[in-house]
């Protein structure tokens, strides 16, 4: 199975300053069909994951431009430019090239 | 709008099975693959297997084997798992969500327990 790595496992950010998550697979994740299946969630407490950014740095619908989608092959990366209260919670990356699809073990981000 | 509503919480005895919902409403049912998700708080998030909504085909997680069963009944728009002799193990809140991963469901928190 593809490991994903994704570091840091928590992450202290003050209101307005900037994120970095980072996500590495073990194999390249680029599929046979030239694209690139890596998404990026955030799971607030109590809630579903919901889907923030998919195809590396496509920003889903009413996701906000602060954040931002990165990388290729194996390393990817999640930006937060200007982290807000709203944004806390769990981020996990999840690969969905190779089967069995596979997730990262999360990255909390909390308030400092 | 699309929605994924899940069947409510379960407690069962250990070597017991239950079974899950997952009704889809707002698009296409058969559109879509309905994958299946189990979280827990030591490995995070996995991916257990989707069914193909219109065929009934499925593809395991090879861990899930023999664990998870995935079903649909494609006239209610509803898929199913059902998870069969349950250990304290597979304690655990379980997701479906559609494919391409933009809609999940609530979840669906099973407990093991004698």
């Known amino acids: 199975d593809v490991v994903m790595t994704q570091t840091p496992v928590s992450l202290s950010v003050a209101i307005g300053q900037p994120a970095s998550i980072s996500c590495k697979s073990s194999q390249s994740l680029v599929h046979s069909d030239g694209k690139t299946y890596l998404n990026w969630f955030l799971q607030r407490p109590g809630q579903s994951p919901k889907r923030l950014i998919y195809l590396v740095s496509k920003l889903d619908s009413g996701i906000p431009d602060r954040f931002s989608g990165s990388g290729s092959e194996t390393a990817f990366t999640l930006k937060i430019s200007r982290v807000e209260a709203d944004d806390l919670g769990v981020y996990y990356c999840l690969q969905g090239t190779h089967f069995p699809h596979t997730f990262g073990a999360g990255t909390k981000l909390e308030l400092k | 709008q699309v929605q994924l509503q899940q069947s409510g919480a379960e407690l069962a005895k250990p070597g017991s099975s239950v079974k899950i919902s997952c009704k889809a409403s707002?698009?296409?049912?058969?559109?879509?693959?309905i994958s299946w998700i189990k979280q827990t708080t030591g490995q995070g998030l996995e991916f257990i297997g989707y069914i193909k909504t219109g065929s009934g085909g499925t593809n395991y997680n090879e861990k899930f084997k023999g664990k998870a069963t995935l079903t649909v009944d494609k006239s209610s728009s509803t898929a199913f798992m059902q998870l069969s002799s349950l250990t304290p193990d597979d304690s655990a809140v379980y997701y479906c969500?559609?494919?391409?991963?933009?809609?999940w469901g609530q979840g669906v928190m099973v407990t093991v327990s004698s």
């Open positions: 707002g698009y296409t049912f058969t559109s879509y693959y």
């Open positions: 969500a559609r494919s391409g991963w933009e809609y």
